[in-house]
């Protein structure tokens, strides 16, 4: 599937032992598609052009409707982003419990505003959408873990370990 | 009044709730040994007489979903297990994943068994990922335990569960939307009918339910449906896990009959508003149900009926608190932000009027609303959801109820604090 003469860009897993029970489990090649970007992404740090071909090759479909698939969800990232990623949930129970000042906080204190990235690359603010958290709100997700009921004093503490 | 005591969440705060062992030192998988010699239409017809009705929003009847299974099919049937909480103001599944993943488990296993599935789904929502370590988890010991697999406790009966995890898309948790984010696609909701009961996964008879709903079945069997039905509403009993956050001392997840009064869950269970404020308004049924107002709130049961009869509904029993000190325009503002995002983008009215209706909201809050704005805001909540009018039951603007879910909550706000978005207008403009 290249085009223009162009060699077809390869990513390599690096688990191949699971990349076969992914395709094992499933009853068809397809399905697999979400599970295969969530290793790709784990592994590789984003989804790349190459994570895309390979995909798609793995599940007989065309590159262009893996694309299709990773541009609907928020967590895959078609750009490399920060070592830690900051996930700050603004909706309403986290809103009325102090999120947007947690943000504002994390914005003047490593110069980052939503959607950006430190430039040591430490960091990546991001503002997301429900969390399903808001019992002890505000919630922010670092990395894959949660972090509940937190105040400005203690996601500072907090950062200091994501180094 | 004689106290009730928790189902669901019984064991949740001891020691290893989680683990196999705690489960069936309690009594678990009990009910599994119970319904794998019924007849699988037995076990369908016991949660029909049970009236259980669905937990994740739209509280249709567990057993009669079942039963729109075809009987004369060769094709495979499939359940999948809609762990994609992520309705505003709703963290429930979240709490029976962590400390109770095998009372789900068996209830996934009870489902299968009645409309004859052999390999079934955990659609988890990718954010979950210590949830998703969790069921990872009790799912493998299910197996060593011979609780999954082939030939599952010598009854004959295989059964395989995967678990699927999403990667951020609220209207996965839409059941068709969810079926094709499971096929490998965007989540795009499909147009019904067919129901997924009928063609759902690889076009095949599937079945969705919520991870609450599940969590019911290993009690409703082991105690029958008589019993389930005598808690609360004749027509929409149970015990129900209601999650109140906002603006409440102690907010939380707390396990009531179905039908307790809402005065009851935020001045009791949570402790009331915090520094002695006010009242304000509250969602009673996550985002997506319309406002009610204190006076509202405080006159109402959170039963499926009574609420849709108030003009909202109890939908995923997601709770959230405003006081006095909430600006219900910024509210609304938040809200339809959500929404905004969410929106999968398929239908033309909801994915261009909710971002109208966040240009003109914030616009208002900038300060340079005018009065037609307001009334746009109706006619914008009219074109995406139609009108709210229950008895005529005019839906369907959209494909799924999206288009309803954010009309809804946004109309609720005009109508009801017409006056706080009349003050953001500028001066001048009022007065013309």
């Known amino acids: 599937m290249s085009t223009n003469g162009t060699p077809k860009e390869i990513f390599t897993f690096v688990s191949t032992e699971k990349v076969k029970k992914i395709l094992s489990q499933y009853p068809d090649k397809q399905s697999a598609t979400l599970p295969l970007l969530h290793l790709a992404q784990l592994e590789n740090g984003y989804i790349s052009g190459a994570v895309i071909n390979t995909v798609g090759d793995l599940v007989d479909c065309h590159p262009a409707v893996v694309m299709d698939c990773v541009s609907f969800y928020t967590m895959l990232y078609t750009k490399p982003q920060g070592r830690h990623l900051i996930q700050v949930c603004q909706t309403l129970s986290c809103s009325l419990n102090g999120a947007d000042a947690l943000v504002d906080h994390v914005t003047d204190k490593y110069g980052i505003k939503p959607g950006e990235t430190t430039e040591d690359g430490r960091f990546t603010l991001m503002k997301v959408e429900c969390l399903g958290s808001c019992g002890t709100a505000p919630v922010v997700q670092i990395n894959k873990e949660y972090h509940e009921g937190l105040s400005q004093k203690l996601i500072d503490e907090l950062l200091e370990t994501h180094q | ?432």
């Open chain 2, 1 to 432: 009044m004689s106290a009730f005591k928790p189902v669901l969440t019984e064991y949740i705060h001891q020691k290893d709730c989680h683990t196999l062992s705690f489960y069936k030192s309690v009594g678990g998988y009990s009910a599994l040994d119970k319904v794998l010699k019924m007849n699988p239409a037995d076990v369908i017809q016991e949660v029909k007489d049970s009236n259980l009705r669905g937990r994740g929003g739209a509280g249709f009847p567990a057993g009669v979903k079942w039963g729109f299974i075809p009987k004369d099919t060769n094709k495979p049937k499939y359940l999948i297990n809609n762990a994609d909480e992520s309705e505003p103001g709703t963290f429930k599944d979240r709490l029976l994943m962590n400390k109770a993943p095998h009372q789900m488990l068996e209830g996934m296993i009870i489902a299968a068994y009645a409309i004859g599935c052999q390999t079934s789904f955990i659609y988890i929502r990718g954010e979950f990922y210590k949830e998703y370590k969790m069921l990872e988890m009790a799912v493998a010991k299910a197996y060593e335990s011979n609780l999954l697999g082939q030939n599952i406790l010598g009854s004959n009966y295989n059964l395989d569960v995967i678990i699927h995890r999403g990667a951020g898309a609220y209207i996965c948790g839409e059941e068709t939307g969810l079926i094709e984010s499971l096929e490998g696609k965007r989540g795009w909701p499909r147009i019904k009918p067919p129901f997924p009961a009928i063609e759902g996964y690889l076009q095949c008879p599937t079945i969705v339910n919520n991870v609450e709903t599940l969590s019911c079945l290993p009690h409703i069997i082991n105690r029958g449906a008589d019993w389930f039905k005598s808690i609360g509403p004749e027509k929409g009993p149970g015990p129900r896990l209601f999650c109140i956050s906002g603006r409440v001392n102690n907010p939380g997840v707390f396990e009531e009959p179905m039908g307790i009064s809402l005065n009851n869950l935020i001045f009791d269970r949570a402790g009331g508003i915090p520094d002695g404020k006010n009242l304000k308004a509250v969602f009673p049924g996550g985002s997506s149900s319309a406002i009610l107002t204190a006076e509202e709130a405080l006159d109402v049961n959170m039963d499926f009926d009574e609420l849709v009869e108030k003009g909202s509904m109890l939908g995923s029993a997601g709770v959230i608190v405003m006081d006095e000190t909430v600006d219900m325009v910024q509210a609304c503002l938040n809200i339809a932000r959500f929404y905004a995002h969410e929106s999968c983008g398929q239908c033309t009215p909801c994915r261009e009027g909710t971002a109208w209706l966040v240009k003109m909201l914030t616009r208002l809050v900038n300060g340079s609303g005018t009065p037609t704005d307001i009334d746009m805001i109706f006619e914008i909540t009219d074109n995406i959801g139609g009108l709210i009018d229950f008895s005529k039951g005019s839906f369907g603007k959209t494909i799924c109820p999206f288009g309803e879910a954010v009309a809804w909550p946004v109309r609720s706000f005009v109508e009801k604090f017409k006056d706080e978005f009349l003050k953001y207008l500028p001066q001048e403009k009022v007065i013309a």
